[in-house]
């Protein structure tokens, strides 16, 4: 994986730095849209032709002084005519430079946009491909802000400033050229203004990273925060904590307008330092074409032509200045963008075996998990789960059930030990295996905006209307349903997800029990996928659930006891450690935690 260049990234506030540029032009190689050498020959010779022309006119403007004053400018002569010739020379040199700056910036301009789609589609191919642990880790705002704003600050820059930050580039070389074929002594110049100047430059040039990426990185904590917000207004509301939320979003905004006032003075600094740099410039170029003159070195129209191409270059310090910022903008919103693109890099390369031809042993040995500086959820757990066996977690909130379904899954790494499915070790081979070994099914249900039909076909591609109806059917959403007939109006043409009219929790689960059996995966884990069995559908999705689980080695995560009844066996939790394990019957004998829970939420629902 990339390694970052800003020594004081933190991986706290964000945690993928911004590729490395090697790794950004590595990418950006690989993309199918990357130019070929005609169009980087074509383009070099359209920028150097229109540096070219600047350098060539504002040398033979200057060298006009000589014609007032009689002398003869080698190439054109002496005189009116000579004069007339070496205006037209100058017009025709202004002319190719007007002509050759468009026709730069459209080279540029296409073949810059061609990236952009080439690489926003890296980085979507990437998330999905990447690690599941590692797009959690990084979370959706931060995503989104790569996948987006980053990508599109790139392109901004180089549509706003790209074709004039590679003419000024270009210009200094050009320029210093230029002096040295009036005379050698103009190369003072380029050896003074580095003497004097680099230190201080190089200081504010690498404080400028990290602050810019200080900024993108507050960015996306804001954004994460603000669709953290908007996800929980029903909470927000019913408790009343309006004043939190806004409180909590004015300090992430607040810091991001921090990080955006650090950077100011690095820019201040760096405008101070250009102001004195070119103003000693400008002064040595003058000072040394007097004495030149005085010298019988130079002509005055060669004087004049030193002076005109060092005043030319004003234009071209100051951009450099200005541009600073938005090049190191640019850049680090490209190494943002281009590090998400290299996040599939992480993934095992490995080839994967076979998938498992049916329910699989699922054995956990010496799991440790625990979150950064925390102590551990799970510290050693040892267990088994027999093939085509549903098990049950129970315990109190906080007892390690989802942590260990979430491990399973492989939505987190554990800090050691081993998961494995059937033979395989799951750390040793692609996620994209483990995958299509385990699905999970939480209580957040996701219906992709479309039609019923086209939701159901993301799990099974090649499924004709009666398999997806069969599937429906199987977790109690038959056309005859009344869950039908009421959420379902044009069956399969339904339309569902954003944009369109919500359905009942239920009928959410349920479709997503649906996409289960179509799927038909060897484990299944369930966390909270019958939270909803409190409503008036309560058993028919607890019976869709367990037709889900028949036949698969099934993990589920019991908020509920009757929940957990059903199971073939039930493991009672407590801060990631195994307390009691064993059948319903097995577990109320013992009279042990379980029993006790047990008559507990008896004794409850005989009063409800």
Known sequence: MTATTFSSYDRRHDALAPASGRDIVRCLRSLPGFPGPGWWLLTAAVFGLNIASMTGSSTLLGRSVD????????????????????LGVVGVLMFVELVTRPAAAYLMFSATRRLTVDLRRRCLAATLEAPIPDVLELGTGNVMTRLTKDIDTAYRAVQSIGTRFVVTALMFPFTFVALALISPWYLLLLILLPAIFAVPLKRTLTGLPVATNALSTA??????????????????????????????????????????????PLFLRLIGTGYLAYGVLLAGAIALSTHLVAQGALTTGAASAAVVLVVRLEMHVF???????????????????????????????????????????????DLVFRYPGGAPIIDGLCLTLEAGTTTALVGAS????????????GLQRPASGTISIGRVDTSTVPDTWTARQVSLISQEVHLFSGTLREDLRMAAPDADDAALTAALTRVGLAPDSAGWQRWLPEGLDTLIGAGNDDLSPEVEQQISLARMVLVDPPVLIMDEATSEAGSDNARSLERAAQAVARGRTSL???????????ADRIILMDHGVVVEDGSHRELLAVGGRYAELHARWSGSRNED
């Open 398 to 409: 906080g007892a390690g059930k989802s942590t260990l379904a979430g491990l399973i899954a």
């Open 556 to 566: 589920v995560v019991a908020h509920r006891l009757d929940q957990a009844v059903a």
């Open 219 to 264: 960015q996306a904590r804001r954004n994460n925060m603000l669709l953290d917000t908007i996800r929980g207004l029903p909470t927000i509301r019913a408790f009343g904590v309006r004043g939190w939320a806004t409180q909590r979003l004015e300090r992430n905004s607040w810091d991001t307008v921090q990080r955006e006032a650090d950077r100011i």
């Open 67 to 86: 014609f007032i004053s009689g002398l003869a400018v080698p190439g054109f002569g002496s005189g009116r005519e000579g004069f007339t010739v070496l």
């Open 319 to 365: 951009n450099v200045l200005i541009f600073t910022g938005e090049i190191q903008n640019a850049l680090t919103a490209l190494g943002r963008a281009v590090s998400l693109a290299l996040l599939s890099d992480n993934a095992i390369d490995a080839s994967a075996p076979d998938d498992c031809p049916e329910s699989p042993e699922v054995r956990i040995e």
